[in-house]
Nanobody, 119 residues
Framework: QVQLVESGGGLVQAGGSLRLSCAAS????????MGWYRQAPGKERELVAR???????NYADSVKGRFTISRDNTKNTVYLQMNSLKPEDTAVYYC?????????????WGQGTQVTVSS
């Protein structure tokens, strides 16, 4: 099993920036995809951004041009740089990893970190 530990959430004013980090640990796995999802109150969890092991990225339309996902493979860590934040970005942000393990494919989630953007 892959353990994911997130950090970097908090309260910021609209137009501000935050950087989320997610560190993966464990043994016997190779991470293929790491990403960030978010869930606002009363809404379903949605993909924000993801990065595949080869480096290609996908973003939700709502964050394109404002958020940047990156990954440090040497540290098994993924980052989400969030700029020009809007109140509608307020949500719990979850780190996600899809990994190949000795027994198959694993999908793991972090505990979530709150991001609150005030207007």
């Amino acid at each position: 099993q892959v353990q994911l530990v997130e950090s970097g959430g908090g309260l910021v004013q609209a137009g501000g920036s935050l950087r989320l980090s997610c560190a993966a640990s464990g043994s016997g796995f190779r991470i293929n995809v790491m990403g960030w999802y978010r869930q606002a109150p009363g809404k379903e969890r949605e993909l924000v951004a993801r990065i595949i092991s080869g480096g290609s990225t996908n973003y939700a339309d709502s964050v394109k041009g404002r958020f940047t996902i990156s990954r440090d493979n040497t540290k098994n860590t993924v980052y989400l740089q969030m700029n020009s934040l809007k109140p509608e970005d307020t949500a719990v942000y979850y780190c996600n990893a899809v990994s190949s393990t000795t027994w198959g494919t694993a999908v793991d989630w972090g505990q979530g970190t709150q991001v609150t953007v005030s207007s």
